[in-house]
């Protein structure tokens, strides 16, 4: 398949005719559950705590076939970093030779309600012959996880949250860059020295500066970052964070929300990968007044009373772009009924943060403080892991 087409459809749909988005709230945290929404990468879990009568599907993928750790890999295939718990292994050798062929659909735009403007590419990853899984088994038994867990303060009262998956996070707003002894093609997650952060203009180094002092940032290891070229070319426009959510089950969840803080800018473009059991991804139009001495037209009742479900599977990309963040919010809703048996589902985000406090906050809420976890592929379940083990 062209690539071009895939980026003609974008600039084709994006631009003149496009609603004019409302201003971006200041999204802090406390704010964002104040007037009942939340935001990216912080106070998302309102309803956070999982009930847990779904079941997880085993898979029938031998990991070791995929999992580099047990396999003949020299470590020139590996990213390293010093803010990485553990080596990261880059593509397996049987997935990596199909990234060219990537996405393996061309993207339908989807515009038709107000101020909606989605990608959707159904897949992106190809399904058949297992990439998709492949690519899933891979970053669930090689990436470290967290489950996160913070205090919102709401209307004077304090409320423990537990975030309602698992997550990870890699990048650095473009403010900055990491440090790096050889090749730019290094930055992502190749060799090279990148313990210092360097100012992105004048090469000053920021290490120390307060953004990147609570946690330390660490570049997208190079598994990720192929992602996260075929996306840029896919979709012509530009990422510099990877975030990861590991939806175990029907249980774990993301409640509504939008990626709406203003270090991601006005119009900014998400692009959301799929990978495992299939989930339902729910949109709806953020609430608004009716127009002065009138009512709302019947499409803006409907993106505002009926969401709109796309159930995601595995391979699909979605690229969430122009008004959308400013106006619609969107969720992974548990799945707890009687025959839930939703099993492991990988989501990637790339984003791109414009100003530092995007980098603090997304570590905030994506790593956290608490112990860092492995996949254990014997007994199939997040374990802590620690060095040495
Ligand atoms: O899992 C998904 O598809 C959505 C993830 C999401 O909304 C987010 O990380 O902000």
């Not at 007037?35 to 912080?42: A, P």
Request: some cysteine; aromatic content about 10%.
């Amino acid at each position: 398949m062209s690539r071009k087409r895939t980026i003609e459809a974008f600039f084709g749909a994006a631009g003149a005719g496009a609603p004019k988005p409302k201003k971006s709230r200041d999204t802090s945290r406390d704010d964002a559950h104040l007037d009942g929404l939340s935001t990216s990468g912080n106070g998302k879990e309102l309803d956070a705590a999982p009930p847990h009568d779904a079941q997880y599907v085993a898979t029938e993928i031998d990991t070791s076939q995929i999992a580099p750790g047990k396999s003949t890999r020299n470590s020139d295939d590996y990213s390293t970093h010093p803010a990485y718990p553990f080596r990261i292994p880059h593509l397996p050798p049987a997935l990596a030779p199909e990234l060219p062929s990537w996405p393996a659909n061309l993207g339908r735009v989807i515009n038709d309600q107000p101020d909606l403007d989605l990608l959707y590419f159904e897949p992106y990853v190809a399904r058949g012959g297992g990439s998709a899984r492949s690519l899933f088994e891979f970053l669930r038994s090689e990436l470290p996880f967290y489950r996160v867990e913070y205090d919102i303060n709401r209307g004077g009262t304090s409320t423990h949250i537990r975030t309602p998956r698992w997550t990870t996070v890699f990048g650095l707003d473009d403010t900055s860059r990491f440090s790096s002894s050889s090749s730019s093609s290094d930055d992502g997650g190749g060799g090279g020295d990148m313990t210092r952060i360097l100012d992105a203009k004048t090469g000053r180094d920021v290490s120390a500066d307060k953004f990147y002092t609570r946690y330390k940032p660490r570049p997208i290891p190079k598994c990720l970052d192929d992602l996260r070229l075929s996306a840029q070319e896919a979709t012509g426009c530009e990422f510099n964070f990877c975030l990861v959510n590991y939806y175990a089950s029907g249980a774990d969840s993301i409640s509504f929300h939008s990626d709406d803080e203003r270090f991601l800018g006005p119009l900014p473009a998400i692009a959301g990968f799929s990978l495992g059991a299939r989930r339902d991804f729910l949109l709806k139009h953020k609430p608004v007044p009716p127009p002065p001495g009138g009512e709302h037209t019947e499409a803006m009742k409907n993106a505002i009373s009926k969401p709109l479900k796309l159930p995601l599977a595995s391979g699909d990309m979605i690229l969430m772009r122009g008004p959308t963040q400013a106006n619609w919010l969107h969720s992974i809703p548990k799945r707890t009924g009687k025959n839930a048996t939703d099993g492991g589902r990988i989501n990637i985000t790339f984003r791109r943060a414009l100003v530092k406090p995007g980098t603090d906050n997304y570590y905030n809420y994506n790593v956290g403080t608490g112990p860092v976890y492995k996949w254990d592929t014997v007994n199939r379940e997040m374990r802590p892991w620690r060095k040495n083990l």
